[in-house]
T-cell receptor, first 114, second 109 residues
Framework: DTAVSQTPKYLVTQMGNDKSIKCEQN?????MYWYKQDSKKFLKIMFS???????INETVPNRFSPKSPDKAHLNLHINSLELGDSAVYFC?????????????FGDGTRLSIL | GENVEQHPSTLSVQEGDSAVIKCTYS??????FPWYKQELGKGPQLIID?????GEKKDQRIAVTLNKTAKHFSLHITETQPEDSAVYFC????????FGQGTILTVHP
């Protein structure tokens, strides 16, 4: 009964390839996020979706394209992968309504570019 | 935009001691301050949070204080245990979460 689940957990691929990471939450939340954690553990938001609509896009290269088929899913597709894309990507979700609801994170997808 | 500074970057304590991690933020509009614990191979887990209309909050061995005037907030862990060893992140929210750089806490038995 994992709250926020991501697949795959590990992704190893070559430069130039296209890959996708999937995220699902069963918390009934309205808002979902993608974060990137670099090798120094720094966490930075990439995207935020509310009810399938893009809310935040933090100047991420357009090689990254999030897609939200429904409120419970937010997938991340990355085109033409580069060495600098190697990182751990976290999906998170929170509920709407009262401002500043806690965000719940998945366990991450470790992306390694060869 | 918001900038969150977190100190120290590493903290080593003996079991039973207290641990304090401090953060400062730059945007006075930030109104929500969560703390996350991240264990190896796992995602950040919320351990405590505080809103800007509250100065202090406590949950068992964990407490957080907020000084809005000085724009800083702190995490206090008392009676530390080896299982408290992890990376701790502070964050400030105004429209989005901005994280501090993280503190690696090691509790020695």
């Amino acid at each position: 009964d994992t709250a926020v689940s991501q697949t795959p957990k590990y992704l190893v691929t070559q430069m130039g390839n296209d890959k996708s990471i999937k995220c699902e939450q069963n918390l009934g939340h309205d808002t979902m996020y993608w974060y990137k954690q670099d090798s120094k553990k720094f966490l930075k938001i990439m995207f935020s979706y509310n009810n399938k609509e893009l809310i935040i896009n933090e100047t991420v290269p357009n090689r990254f394209s999030p897609k939200s088929p429904d409120k419970a899913h937010l997938n991340l597709h990355i085109n033409s992968l580069e060495l600098g894309d190697s990182a751990v990507y976290f999906c998170a979700s929170s509920s709407e309504g009262h401002p500043n609801q806690p965000q719940h994170f998945g366990d991450g997808t470790r992306l390694s570019i060869l | 935009g918001e900038n969150v500074e977190q100190h120290p970057s590493t903290l080593s304590v003996q079991e039973g001691d207290s641990a304090v991690i401090k953060c400062t933020y730059s945007d006075s509009a930030s109104n929500y301050f969560p703390w996350y614990k991240q264990e190896l191979g796992k995602g950040p887990q919320l351990i405590i949070d505080i809103r800007s209309n509250v100065g202090e909050k406590k949950d068992q061995r964990i407490a957080v204080t907020l000084n809005k005037t000085a724009k800083h907030f702190s995490l206090h862990i008392t009676e530390t245990q080896p299982e408290d060893s992890a990376v701790y992140f502070c964050a400030a929210f105004y429209g989005k979460l901005t994280f501090g750089q993280g503190t690696i806490l090691t509790v020695h038995p």
